[in-house]
């Protein structure tokens, strides 16, 4: 992979996800299972196609669930 996500990317692709996530909650009442598995299935079907190996491995430079980064 020749790009590498940074710092500033990551933190402001999250905001535009989580006010995505807030305008499906509120049109459409969604809760947040609904809209994690709807994201869920996004990513899977851009990982299938992209021409890298898959970004989601252990040694990758994406922050974890608790906003802390792996590398």
Not at 2 to 20: C, E, H, Y
Not at 25 to 50: H, N, T, W
């Amino acid at each position: 992979m020749s790009w590498k996500a940074t710092t500033s990317f990551v933190d402001k692709a999250s905001q535009d996800v989580m006010s995505l996530v807030e305008q499906w909650k509120q049109r459409y009442g969604a809760d947040d299972v609904s809209c994690g598995l709807i994201l869920e299935a996004m990513s899977k079907s851009l990982l299938e196609f992209a021409d890298t190996p898959d970004p989601t491995a252990t040694a990758h430079g994406y922050p974890n669930h608790d906003g802390r980064h792996y590398d």
